[in-house]
T-cell receptor, first 113, second 110 residues
């Protein structure tokens, strides 16, 4: 069965510091991968998605970037965090065959102070 | 514009008191409607996929139904462990990305 991991689970970072969140998927190959942000009381906002190694599409212009160095690894980064980057970050995967049926990881709670 | 609206925002039920959550959608062409359950501080857990009007899916005390304009998540005789936020989503016909509603926060009291 497929499993998706995210770490760290929680993170408190000062403004201006760098960020690296990691997501890995097990039990499947060549998945579509997604990064979402969820703000309190709001829907999930798609940030980035990837259909393959090195292929990243950005949905929202922002202070963040994403990379996919390996087939089942997806990384969310920032060089300098802003207060507005605080939120709950979720990684998700889907198969290429059923791309709309997405499965989420446990999430990372990021607080920028 | 593609849109998903969920109602009510919050719902408080007594244990055993059945009710329904609504997900209204506006998309040019429906390519599936997805229900998720999200517990506080956790990622959404996939529940159901519905593809066509009239389709129904069941899981324990939950039953999801679909019409051409909306979906309902019926909760029969809920228990406190059913307390969670329930999200629905549809793929945008324009952008091909999932559009999520803001969810219904369900609280079931013993």
């Amino acid at each position: 069965s497929q499993t998706i991991h995210q770490w760290p689970a929680t993170l408190v970072q000062p403004v201006g510091s760098p960020l690296s969140l990691e997501c890995t998927v097990e039990g499947t190959s060549n998945p579509n991968l997604y990064w979402y942000r969820q703000a309190a009381g709001r829907g999930l906002q798609l940030l980035f998605y990837s259909v393959g190694i090195g292929q990243i599409s950005s949905e929202v212009p922002q202070n963040l970037s994403a990379s996919r160095p390996q087939d089942r690894q997806f990384i969310l980064s920032s060089k300098k965090l802003l207060l507005s980057d605080s939120g709950f970050y979720l990684c998700a995967w889907s198969s290429t065959a059923i791309s709309y049926e997405q499965y989420f990881g446990p999430g990372t709670r990021l607080t920028v102070t | 514009e593609d849109q998903v609206t969920q109602s009510p925002e919050a719902l408080r039920l007594q244990e055993g008191e059945s009710s329904s959550l609504n997900c209204s959608y506006t998309v040019s062409g429906l390519r599936g409607l997805f229900w998720y359950r999200q517990d506080p501080g956790k990622g959404p857990e996939f529940l159901f996929t519905l593809y066509s009007a009239g389709e129904e899916k069941e899981k324990e005390r939950l039953k999801a139904t679909l019409t051409k304009k909306e979906s309902f998540l019926h909760i029969t005789a809920p228990k406190p462990e059913d307390s969670a936020t329930y999200l629905c989503a549809v793929p945008s016909f324009v952008t091909d990305k999932l559009i999520f509603g803001t969810g219904t926060r369900l609280q079931v009291f013993p």
